[in-house]
């Protein structure tokens, strides 16, 4: 499937986007120039051979911020999605089998939470519990579970309901095999776009927190902390928030085109399809699907 | 219907009568599919105020706390404790703090013991101003760039919008916020980039200071938005019913508001009601980059603080926003295309 997903151009650039963005995450305090907690002399400096992208109010270095910034803000993200998988996923399977009752409050919960105003809550709960990003991550990851709920419900109720599950279970297979055969192939495309979605949710959500001062402590830098701190020089620094923001965007960009992909290539119930030129006729005739009626117009 | 037909017989002059039972027909639809909305959203609102009240036994927080700081004798605390009630049973605090939520009472700050239905009035007017301002762009601007990209599909224009929706889709409310204010405040000089006024200290004053974050949160609204009214107007366009209004020769016009705009539009109608708590949530963002003292400040500085009731107050009313709105666009939608309520 991977291979599949990388044959489209759209998906090959979002992923060499997103791998550039991950390997900064992973490697940004190797990489860094200078010290990002470290106040120098001159301070709102402008870009010069020494600092890259300038300096912020403290003489601190704007790149070298950004590199370790984008540790809690990336990786943060993935943890969220992770978390988000576990506490949505489990229920969402388990409420096709557990019976109507659990089946009724796992819907009326998710039906609750996907109604809320996210930011509000994911505000108010993580500064209640403690203003720590690891409150922030949990809290984002519930907040956003119920996707992961209805996809994996969904995909779970269309396999178990299906005449070739029946089939098999009649021909004597074993229920490990079905699951490998059948279910697995059915699941997995789902999820993997609602993965690809909910990291960028979660990228906006906890760079929202980290921009209003939520879930960091002060002196570690973090992308939305840069703008908070950047809105506050405009005047002086007109061209500081351009770095962060192009970040932010393309991360964001990156995912969805991602999640895009994956959709695409697996069809729109999450059937795979065969070979990846049928995907793109697909594609072409999603695009373009009206130039006979373009002519009655 | 039997009641409607023998207090008007048919006898008694046609066309009012006819008229007053399409009248009738249409507000009984009406008040179905209201009851029926309304029967989703309580578990909703039950769920969610359930949610929000067991915030305090979450965070172990205390008035205490609040008002001795942090080494305070147990006994005092415990004083504190019992004279906010908080010693009680958890689900007899939750059934007089919901008994009173009914009766629009929201109780009290920890901090500073105003009633915090008072506390919220001031913020609930900037919020709700602004909202509704970034409400109406994005209905504005998404029905216009859908309905555009739709009708001149696959054409150049076609593309520019879907490109230009792709972009301001992966922009959140604070990048637009800061682009905003570095464009039209700091560069341009347009818009004052912070603080607001009431609008019965001059309307055009306070438009100018609304606008601003009202953009900043109208983005998500108008990408969606359009997206989904293209396709669906795209897809209405490929209906059989279309072509044969063709074929007979009505006016492109007509074919695109009787046929095309009512059929394609519920589902653009449908994401606006889903992408309402977004803006709501967007406010916490874009009250602070503009400076307006709004609920979702309120929110933020209180929960800082730890004052819990403030919080719970605060959260309670954006569900009491969203689930309203939800219940108006459920109507609207009912009345719009009453397909879309047979699966409720």
């Known amino acids: 499937m991977v291979r599949r997903v990388l044959s489209l151009v759209s998906a090959r650039i979002a992923a060499g986007v997103l791998f550039v963005i991950v390997f900064l995450a992973v490697f940004g305090k190797l990489l860094a120039p200078q010290d990002p907690l470290a106040g120098g002399p001159q301070q709102l400096a402008g870009a010069s051979w020494h600092h890259w992208l300038g300096t912020d109010y403290l003489g601190r270095d704007v790149l070298s911020r950004l590199l370790e910034g984008s540790r809690i803000s990336v990786l943060g993200s993935v943890e969220v999605a992770l978390i988000a998988l576990v506490v949505g996923a489990v229920p969402g399977i388990l409420s096709v089998y557990l019976g109507r009752a659990f089946e009724w409050l796992t819907l009326r919960v998710a039906d609750t939470l996907i109604a809320l105003p996210f930011l509000v809550f994911a505000v108010a709960v993580t500064a209640l519990l403690g203003n720590g990003i690891s409150q922030a991550m949990i809290t984002v990851g519930v907040l956003i579970s119920p996707l992961f709920y209805r996809v994996s419900r969904a995909a779970t109720l269309a396999v178990a309901r299906s005449q070739y599950v029946e089939a098999a279970l009649i021909s004597g297979a074993s229920i490990g095999w079905i699951v490998r055969r059948h279910v697995w192939v059915k699941v997995l495309p789902p999820i993997a776009v609602a993965l690809a979605q909910t990291v960028g949710i979660g990228f906006v959500v906890v760079s929202s927190l980290t921009f209003l001062g939520i879930g960091v402590q002060p002196p570690a830098p973090t992308w939305g902390g840069l703008l908070a701190s950047d809105l506050r020089y405009l005047h002086y620094q007109p061209y500081a928030p351009v770095a962060p923001i192009v970040l932010i965007m393309a991360t964001v960009w990156g995912c969805n085109q991602l999640a895009d992909a994956i959709r695409d290539v697996s069809g729109e119930a999450g059937r795979a399809l065969l070979n990846t030129r049928r995907a793109r006729v697909n594609r072409v005739a999603d695009r373009e699907p009206v130039s006979v009626e373009g002519g009655a117009r | ?344």
Request: charged share 10%; aromatic share 10%; no cysteine.
């Open chain 2, 1 to 344: 219907m039997a009641v409607s037909a023998a207090t008007y017989p048919f006898v008694s002059g046609r066309r009012p009568g006819v008229v007053a039972a399409r009248v009738r027909r249409a507000a009984g639809r009406t008040l179905a599919t209201l009851a029926r909305s309304v029967a989703i959203f309580v578990p909703v609102f039950l769920v969610a105020t359930f949610v929000t009240f067991s915030l305090r036994a979450l965070s172990g927080l205390s008035p205490a706390r609040l008002q001795l700081g942090e080494d305070a004798t147990p006994q005092a605390i415990h004083n504190i404790e019992s004279q906010w009630g908080l010693d009680r049973p958890f689900l007899a605090q939750y059934g007089s703090w919901f008994d009173h939520l009914l009766h629009g009472n929201l109780g009290r700050s920890w901090s500073s013991g105003v009633s915090i239905t008072q506390l919220l009035g001031d913020g609930l007017t900037i919020s709700l101003s602004v909202s509704f301002f970034a409400l109406i762009i994005g209905v504005v601007f998404g029905f216009a760039f859908g309905t555009l990209a739709a009708v001149r599909r696959t054409t150049w224009i076609d593309r520019v919008i879907t490109g230009f929706m792709t972009v301001i889709s992966v922009m959140p409310p604070f990048v637009v916020g800061i682009i905003l204010v570095e464009v039209f405040a700091v560069g341009l000089g347009w818009f004052p980039s912070a603080g607001y006024v009431p609008a019965n200290q001059g309307f055009g004053l306070w438009l100018a200071h609304i606008t601003l974050p009202a953009v900043a949160l109208s983005f998500d609204a108008i990408s969606v938005v359009a997206r989904q009214l293209r396709s669906g107007l795209i897809a209405a366009y490929r209906e059989n019913y279309v072509t044969g209004a063709i074929v007979r020769g009505l006016s492109p016009r007509r074919i695109f508001f009787r046929h095309v705009l009512r059929n394609g539009a519920g589902p653009a109608l449908s994401v606006l009601g889903a992408r309402f708590p977004v803006i709501i949530g967007g406010s916490v963002v874009t009250e602070w980059i503009f400076g307006l003292q709004g609920f979702g400040r309120f929110a933020n500085d209180a929960a800082q603080q730890g004052d819990v009731p403030a919080v719970q107050g605060v959260l309670v009313v954006s569900i009491l926003l969203v689930v309203s709105f939800n219940l108006i666009i459920n109507v609207v939608l009912g009345r719009v295309t009453p397909a879309s309520q047979r699966g409720v």
